[in-house]
């Protein structure tokens, strides 16, 4: 059924709490994070190092589990979920972005950009190439849709990967420090990139230790020792 009022907020974290449990004892990475991201928003997480942005990635995207605490995304309890229903989950309304890129080296990059098709149940012989094929538009790199990842640069490797993170029109997209291993100007063609997906109604989630960054997101999180801490002068 159609969900006619549709709330603003995407992305419930309600206390959420993620301890590692280590030989060296146990670990509390985050402790008690609550927030609400809205929709339509390029929502910024900024931490230094091992301030827990990639263990909040990790729970955002349901690769593991909370050790207490709620996450919901539009209206689905992702905490609540089983194994098999957060990998459904995921390949259907998680687009992620890494650092490394991740594409995989043998594929060209509109086989890249299929696979969350495929890996989703998605794919169809005719649409999904033809999809995948305006993906990499949107993202500037059609002409370069039947190379491999490693005959292209690391910006375009990264603009790929957003492609990628696009294919199944999730409703979050996730980026873990994605301009971290890019020259300055590289950067901020994604970081433009980002700006102009947000224009058009896409919610992203982007961590990042960049500070210079913060003044450029619509909403922006400061987070140390697993917690929000209110402004930069904190951190
Ligand atoms: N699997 C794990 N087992 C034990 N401790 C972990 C594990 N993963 C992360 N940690 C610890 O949790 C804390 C938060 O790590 P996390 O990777 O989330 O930080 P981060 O902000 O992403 O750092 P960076 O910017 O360096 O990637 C760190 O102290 C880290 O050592």
Redesign the pocket.
């Known amino acids: 059924m159609e969900n006619q009022t549709q709330s603003p907020v995407l992305v419930k974290l309600r206390e959420v709490v993620k301890t ?1 449990h ?1 030989p060296a004892g146990d ?1 509390p ?1 985050l402790r008690g994070l609550s927030a609400d991201f809205e929709r339509g928003h390029l929502i910024g997480v900024i ?10 990635v990790n729970m955002l995207t349901g690769v593991d589990h909370l050790s207490s605490g709620e996450i919901w995304v539009d209206g689905v309890g992702v905490h609540a979920l089983n194994e098999n229903e957060l990998a459904l989950w995921r390949g259907r309304n998680v687009g992620v972005i890494y650092q490394s890129f991740q594409l995989l080296p043998n594929l060209t990059l509109l086989d890249n950009v299929m696979m969350p098709m495929d890996l989703c149940g998605l794919y169809h012989p005719q649409r999904s190439p033809q999809r995948a094929m305006e993906l990499l538009d949107l993202v500037e790199m059609a002409d370069q849709a039947f190379k491999i990842p490693s005959t292209i640069s690391g910006g375009q490797q990264q603009r790929a990967a957003i492609a990628r993170a696009l294919a199944n029109d999730p409703q979050l997209i996730v980026a873990d ?1 994605p301009t971290g291993s890019l020259d300055s100007a590289t950067a901020e063609t994604i970081f433009l990139l980002f700006e102009r997906l947000v224009a058009q109604g896409k919610t992203i989630v982007m ?1 990042t ?1 960049d500070h210079s960054l913060a003044r450029r997101m619509t909403r922006i999180y400061h987070i140390a020792d ?1 917690l929000w801490i209110d402004d930069e002068k904190d951190y």
């Open positions: 590692y280590t670990f990475a931490g230094k190092s091992g301030a827990g942005k990639s263990t909040l420090e961590v230790h697993g």
